[in-house]
């Protein structure tokens, strides 16, 4: 289903390239909820992502004509989103500079909210558990496992090589794999 | 789309799990379809996203208005902006604030300008021009299509639709504009005068049309195409409700469509958005009528939906 999308995507790029007002409709549907997913991870602030989504799209529209149908108009708008989000936190005045690369967020008001709801509890671990990961690996998690993003995409979107984006992911997985193991011992002894 | 998918090769999992002892793959692998369970924390509503679509679209059109404004302005600083403009214009007065009109999609109006210039809008049109016009030169701008009847005054009339420029004295001619037709072609077609036609900033490269006369620019061109001979009866064709499709892509054709009738076509054949087709419509009565007709030529079948149509293979 990923792969058809991803067809459907550049089949929309071209569209888009000759200003066909729909298919950039439809690929703003499809993509937006995602993307504010994703700059939220960043703005930590539902609001400043939505617009930081949408003015990425306002300059997809203007720059149009530039679209390249060959390669990844999905990988193209993760990376304006990702760079307009890291923008938007460098000119946040009064607020503490966060250092991406190292700096390690802790949990915030959205998930403490949606932890509360009625969820599986495994999938409430596992939010927490991503949300323990150190930044660039949870970054890199998170574009692999949610947004459906190859390694190529990831590694142009995060300006790192394939290779590292490989090894974030193993490492990612390893901690996730020793939580979810120590979790379910602990279920089984309860049982 | 499932953000719980799992079998997609693509994803790069193969690719991760090989760096893992083979005893311990599988259960690496289970880990990795568990985490997807934890779909994302932030949720956006079908509506939300609807909102924020129609916010992108105005500020798309407004930006096409005003492109040569502030380029490279955040969201935050844009509001900061506006809330300047907005100051400047209580000192100023609202005199320099354009004035807007847009024709509903289904409907054609008859604007009549401060110089006592009229202007016929096809549906879904809009122009906009400065409260001050014909004290300050008789300049506005259009995305759409209109048919303007000029008086002939003391500056030139000049209109400004998808990068390109229209100047006359006193003529009639029909521009059009639209911004969602394939390569945001402008065409201009004259029934009276003169006009002088040419790309924004590109006066030196100019066509002139005489009666009878049409020229397109479009974005793969590098200027406004030479004038060629159009019968007086093609030329704004609209304005009786007519359909006139000279070898034009689907795509503009289906957009004429949804103005006129004010309904919502999808065209869900891939490959088919820039096929040509040629057609006239003297007395078009009917949607449907037209819709079959064209899918009979293409080979295409189309669908009623909720607010229009469906057009597929």
Redesign the interface.
Known sequence: ???S??EQIQ?WAE?IK?????AF?EL???L???L??FA?GYTRD?A????????A??AL??KR?EIDPASSLKGYLYTAVRN?AL??IR?RSGMVLLDMEEEELPGTE??KQ?LEDSY?Q???K??KW?EELPGRQRETFKL???D????EEIAGVMGISEKT???H??AA??Y??SC??TYQSEVNREE | MTEKNIENKKSGLDEVLKQFPAEERDGVAEVWKESGKAGPAVKTSKKETEQALAGVHERIDLETYSASAANKTSGYFRVWMAAAVVMIILAAGWLLLPKTVTVPRGEIAMLELPDGSSVEMNSGTTIWYSRLFSYTGRSLKLQGEAFFDVKTGNHPFRVEAGGTVVEVTGTRFNVRSWSDDPGSETSVAVTEGEVQFYRLDEAENKVVLRPGEISTWHTSLAGPSLPEPVSAGDVAVWRDQRFVFQDKPLLSIFNELERRYDVQIYLEAPGFSFETLTAYYNQPQNLERILEDICMVKGLRYAETANGYRIFK
């Open positions: 289903m990923e792969n999308l991803n089949q569209q000759h200003s066909d007002r729909k409709d703003f549907r499809k937006y909820p995602r504010v997913y939220t539902k400043a992502a939505c617009d930081v989504v949408q003015d799209f306002v529209w203007k004509f307009r923008n938007h000119n959205y998930q949606h599986p495994v999938a409430k596992f939010e991503i692999s496992r949610f459906g993003l190859d390694h984006v490989n090894n992911i193993v997985l390893g996730l794999r979810y193991n």
